[in-house]
């Protein structure tokens, strides 16, 4: 069976996508069964290698040679990154987690619906099953829920390399449009959603069922404390990040109608023009879904 | 099990497909499935730029790659013919199989490696090194059109493939004296996009070259491949197997289907290309790239004197067979619709630019002419305040009318135009009250008719090939009977539809029935499967073959029961003595005195028990007569579709509710594939309204490569579908018989754009474009105060 070029030979043992289909430049595969092990070769290899998740991104990229890593790590074999802690106050979930699996887990769905909901909007059932919530933070696409949610969330990430771990907020995660701050060396191991939330939802407009957002709005809403009025509107889909919606926010919590905030949500924004969506429509959609969450968080004028 | 006797007539047999539970199960076979020892697999350079010269292909560095067999240019291949340009009136393109000097879209084949598989073939591919002097691109049809335009064919004087011209001042002085209301109607570049992609195996077997391709039609192919390579079309064998969907891209003849068979054939080795689908979406045809300039004269009672058009088509850069401009011509030929219009013209032009040719797909320049008229009617009921409901009605086809010739000399023969609109309008109505309650934004309700020519003169297309079809009937030794077609089925129930045909004009069970298609060595020459041809084809040579057999069954069932010939029937299967049911032999026992006990066979009868029918359509032109007329189909099945939306006007997303198809095809053989039909149809043609759309930056790069940009709509797209038949019979067709292959796509987008406007109607917004997308609805909507919000706030 050949799988992955002519390099990708030693290291298979079995090929998810059957045979004779995909047609990725060269690549070496290595599937480590221990973090430390993915860590030192990533600290080894560098920009050569890429981590692969559940590949519903990476793949695509490969076969159309638009990625040509020169090693892969998949990081599916490693039994640290995978699971779900649950504490009180928070969801500690291994970044290998599949997206399906979440989606299925009824504690999860009570004690944090919204995550349930968003994942909904995830492609369809058969991407959720293999793709990842570490793949999908690590990929992050504009245009996802799960970025947008875990900025709307105060989510943090843990993140590893051989020098050790880190904390990174999710404020802080998301750089530019596919774009993170991890370093090549390290890897996402962890995703840390704080259960605080009183209420979030999720809203989006795709093109046809399953596909990104075309525009999307995570709302959250908490108690206020006194330096934090409690209130997260997150526009996806809408920029080259998921983007907070500090002003609609405001408006927000200043008991703003709802056609306040999203007016405020709508001039925040710099929305992208591609061939799904152009620019006005961006701000138009994020409009009409403020609107839509304002009345969902309960907390319109 | 039915059967019944062989009738004058044909009736309805809603059953099952018989090739289903082999597509269902994995059990089918596609090229992909070919696999012979020793094949080395196939992969193309691709042109990277959209139009330029080619200086030179530097194959060197790819040649020297692991596991490469061969590296083939343009140059290599000089010695196979250009594609033949056939058609009349038409500007020679001389399609190479490989490009030699110029390449003129993104995708167009500069080189072929050959290599032990895919993968080397591939990392190979990408070592040869093209050195392309960039020319100026023509990215779209204005840039076309425009005077001094960069040229696509240096020995062109302009870029126009082809223009017609008609002149009638008579029709000049109607428009000058009468109200005119245009309009200026677009629709975009989309495409079939069928399951299975393209691909080619080739091999040489016995001194014969054997060719495996996912085509709709194999005898096409075998000339074409004959004519290219310069080899006696006998010692070319074409196989389609199973083939998952074509919708028209596949009735072309590509050039991957020439060089593969040029590779296996040098190398004496099978080759096999299978082509990806992003290469697809290059080098698979697109469809549907047309502007109408349409105008209609109303007099002072409201009504239509005349229509008159001038359109124009991108058909890309040209290089395909048949030629691209063949759907643009039925677009014009079809300017008044099922519409008693007395007088209408159409000017045509059609452009190259540097972009994948263009050619068929579903509806064949119906639907884009469709759209542009049933707004054109909008439009008119609104500029002259009328019902347009109201409008259609007084100038549809009544029955009175038929037979009905329209002004440009299509004739047809029958129909339920005008019941297949009232049908509608009475679903209309009540369906839009039921959903109105669970509509979310604004409800509105669509129409759309049309007349769909069936079985098309392929002659004034294709330029060689016509209208035949040829069946040849066999009875083996057990009984069994086998039909051999000619026919290129792509998914649409053939099998079963042939098997039908031979078990009713027979009399004989259905499972009795063997079917061989697909492979011109088992097959009479035939033309293949296009233009909603099938059936009725089918049913014309089933039908004299199966005469002529039964002539030879009675003469040696009669002989075996004392009886004479005329007073045998076959029933089930069985030859029995009208009238004395029990006096009968079965098929086995007259086969076996045709094929072994030959001397108790009566005198004067030849052994054997096959026969071949071969059809030729009556009453079709195979050319414009002196006044430009053409009757270019054997018959025009009919259909109205009927839409109900929900279009939110603050994101301009619209939700399909319901959908009606009212479609009289004449007599249906199958019913339930006939609605198969439909639904496909209509998934199609919601596909081309509000998702589907290839488009090209203005360096004439394709901007959607893949599913990620291409939106085909998926089962959730689709809304609630009622399909309600008529069967108006063909007074032209055995059987009257009518085809349903297409219809299903045609009517959709005007059906939609129709609705969408009249949910918006207090806005004015009047829709000339497809698709209809979210931004160009809100685009629209900011451009027009919009009451309802201005009123809420
Ligand atoms: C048809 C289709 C529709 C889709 N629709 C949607 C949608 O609507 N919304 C949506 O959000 N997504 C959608 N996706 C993407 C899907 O959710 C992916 O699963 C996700 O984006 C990536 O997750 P993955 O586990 O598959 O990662 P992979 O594809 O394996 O990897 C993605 C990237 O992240 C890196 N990476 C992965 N894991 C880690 C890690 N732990 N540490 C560091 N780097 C890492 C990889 O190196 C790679 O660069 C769709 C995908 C497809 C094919």
């Known amino acids: 069976m050949r799988c992955g070029g002519r390099a990708a030979r030693p290291a298979w043992t079995g090929c998810w996508w059957g045979e004779d289909v995909v047609k990725p430049a060269p690549f070496r595969y290595l599937r480590p069964t221990s973090l430390d092990e993915a860590l030192d070769a990533l600290a080894t290899l560098g920009d050569e290698a890429k981590p692969i998740a559940g590949g519903q991104s990476l793949v695509p990229m490969l076969n159309f040679r638009l990625a040509r890593p020169g090693v892969l790590i998949d990081l599916g074999r490693i039994p640290a990154l995978t699971g779900v802690h649950r504490t009180d106050g928070s969801l500690r979930i291994g970044a290998m987690t599949r997206q399906r699996v979440l989606e299925l887990d009824q504690d999860i769905a009570d004690r944090l619906p919204v995550l349930r909901a968003a994942l909904r909007h995830v492609g369809h059932v058969q991407i959720r099953t293999r793709g990842t919530i570490g793949g999908s933070l690590a990929h992050a696409d504009a245009a996802a829920e799960l970025p947008a949610l875990a900025l709307a969330l105060d989510a943090t990430v843990e993140v590893a390399s051989v020098a050790g771990t880190r904390t990174v907020a999710a404020a802080d995660l998301f750089l530019g449009p596919w774009t993170t701050c991890l370093a090549p060396d390290e890897l996402l191991t962890r995703v840390d959603v704080p259960l605080a939330w009183q209420r979030a939802a999720i809203v989006e407009l795709a093109r046809r069922h399953g596909d990104f957002a075309l525009a999307g709005v995570v709302g959250a809403r908490r108690p206020a404390t006194t330096d934090d009025a409690g209130i997260r509107l997150v526009g996806f889909g809408v920029g080259w990040t998921p983007v907070r919606l500090t002003e609609a926010e405001a408006a927000l919590a200043a008991g703003g109608s709802a056609e306040v905030v999203a007016d405020a949500a709508a001039a925040g924004i710099d929305p992208i023009d591609d061939i799904h969506a152009d620019a006005a429509w961006r701000r138009d959609g994020l409009r009409a879904l403020v609107t839509r969450i304002a009345d969902q968080l309960g907390v319109a004028a | ?793």
């Open chain 2, 1 to 793: 099990m039915s059967g019944g006797a062989a009738t004058a007539g044909l009736v309805a047999d809603p059953r099952p497909r018989r090739e289903d539970p082999r597509l269902l199960t994995g059990q089918g076979s596609y090229v992909a499935d070919v696999r012979l020892p020793g094949m080395l697999e196939a992969a193309f350079v691709r042109s990277p730029l959209a139009h330029a010269r080619i200086r030179a292909v530097d194959t060197d560095a790819a040649r020297a790659a692991p596991g490469v067999i061969a590296v083939l240019t343009g140059a290599d291949l000089s010695d196979v013919e250009p594609f033949p340009d056939l058609r009349e009136r038409t500007r020679p393109v001389r399609q190479r199989a490989l490009c030699i000097d110029r390449v003129r879209y993104v995708g167009a084949p500069l080189a072929v490696v050959v290599a032990e598989d895919r993968y080397l073939a591939e990392d190979a591919a990408e070592l040869v090194d093209a050195d392309l002097e960039e020319l100026p691109v023509v990215a779209d049809m204005d840039a076309a059109l425009a005077p001094g335009a960069p040229l696509l064919y240096d020995d062109w004087p302009d870029d126009r493939i082809v223009a017609t011209a008609p002149v009638d001042p008579e029709l000049d002085a109607i428009f000058e004296t009468h109200q005119v209301v245009r309009g200026t109607y677009r629709m975009q570049r989309h495409t079939a996009m069928p399951m299975e992609t393209r691909g080619v195996v080739a091999t040489v077997e016995r001194g014969r070259l054997l060719v495996w391709t996912s085509t709709q039609v194999p005898h096409v192919v075998r000339t074409v491949i004959a004519r290219t390579l310069g080899l006696p079309e006998h010692r070319i064998r074409v196989v389609a197997g199973d083939v998952g969907g074509g919708f028209g891209s596949k009735l072309h003849v590509y050039p991957e289907e020439v060089v593969i068979p040029a590779l296996a054939w040098r190398l004496r080795r099978p080759v096999r290309w299978i082509e990806d689908r992003r290469e697809h979406f290059l080098a698979s045809s697109h469809a549907r790239h047309q502007r109408h300039d349409l105008e209609a004269a109303v007099d002072e009672r409201g009504d239509i004197v005349a229509v008159r058009g001038d359109l124009v088509c991108d058909v890309g850069s040209g290089e395909i067979l048949p030629p691209g401009v063949a759907p643009a011509f039925v677009s014009a030929g079809s300017i008044t619709g099922p519409y008693r219009f007395p007088r209408s013209q159409a000017r045509l032009t059609c452009v190259v630019t540097n972009k994948t040719p263009s050619g068929a797909y579903r509806g064949f320049g119906t639907p884009e002419i469709v759209f542009a008229l049933e707004r054109l009617l909008e439009r008119v009921a609104r500029e002259t305040g009328q019902d347009p409901v109201e409008l259609r009605r007084r100038h549809l086809i009544r029955p009175e009318d038929l037979p009905y010739e329209t002004p440009n000399g299509r004739r047809i023969d029958s129909g339920s135009h005008l019941e297949a609109f009232e049908r509608a309008v009475a679903w209309a109505e009540t369906t839009r009250e039921r959903l109105a309650p669970t509509a979310r934004g604004s409800i509105g309700v669509g129409y759309a008719n049309y007349i769909e020519g069936v079985s098309p003169n392929y002659h004034a297309t294709s330029g060689l090939w016509a209208q035949q079809e040829t069946s040849t009937l066999r009875i083996e030794p057990d009984g069994t009977v086998v039909v051999a077609s000619g026919l290129g089925p792509m998914g649409q129930g053939t099998e079963t539809m042939l098997a039908t045909l031979a078990s009713q004009l027979l009399g004989v069970p259905h499972d009795q029935v063997e079917v061989r298609l697909g492979d011109t060595d088992l097959s009479p020459y035939g033309l293949g499967s296009f233009g909603s041809r099938s059936t009725v084809v089918a049913a014309g040579a089933v039908q004299l073959a199966a005469g002529r057999l039964l002539d030879k069954v009675r003469t040696i069932a009669g002989h075996l029961l004392e009886a004479s010939a005329t007073d045998i029937e076959l029933v089930d299967g069985r030859a029995r003595v009208v009238g004395s049911p029990d006096r009968s032999v079965g098929l086995a026992e007259v086969a076996h005195l045709a094929y072994f006990r030959t001397f108790d066979l009566p005198p004067g009868t030849e052994p054997g028990l096959e026969a071949t029918g071969a059809y030729e359509q009556p009453g079709v032109d195979h050319r414009p007569n002196a006044q430009g007329k053409l009757n270019i189909c054997l018959t025009y099945a009919n259909s109205t579709h009927a839409c109900v939306v929900d279009v939110d006007r603050a994101t301009g997303v619209v939700r399909l509710l319901a959908h009606l198809a009212v479609h009289d095809a004449g007599l249906l053989l199958n019913p339930q594939v006939v609605d198969g039909q439909i639904m496909g149809g209509v998934a199609q043609g919601i596909g081309g309204a509000l998702y589907e759309q290839l488009l090209h930056d203005a360096d004439g790069q394709p901007l959607v490569t893949s599913f990620m940009d291409y939106l085909v709509p998926g089962a959730p797209e689709v809304p609630e579908l009622t399909i309600d038949h008529l069967s108006t019979p063909s007074t032209t067709t055995p059987f009257g018989l009518k085809g349903a292959g297409e219809a299903g796509a045609t009517g959709v987008p005007a059906a939609i754009a129709n609705a969408v406007c009249d949910a918006l109607r207090d806005t004015g917004i009047d829709i000339t474009q497809t698709p209809i997308t979210p931004s160009s609805i809100r685009a629209a909507l900011r451009a027009t105060p919009d009451p309802t919000t201005t009123e809420g706030s």
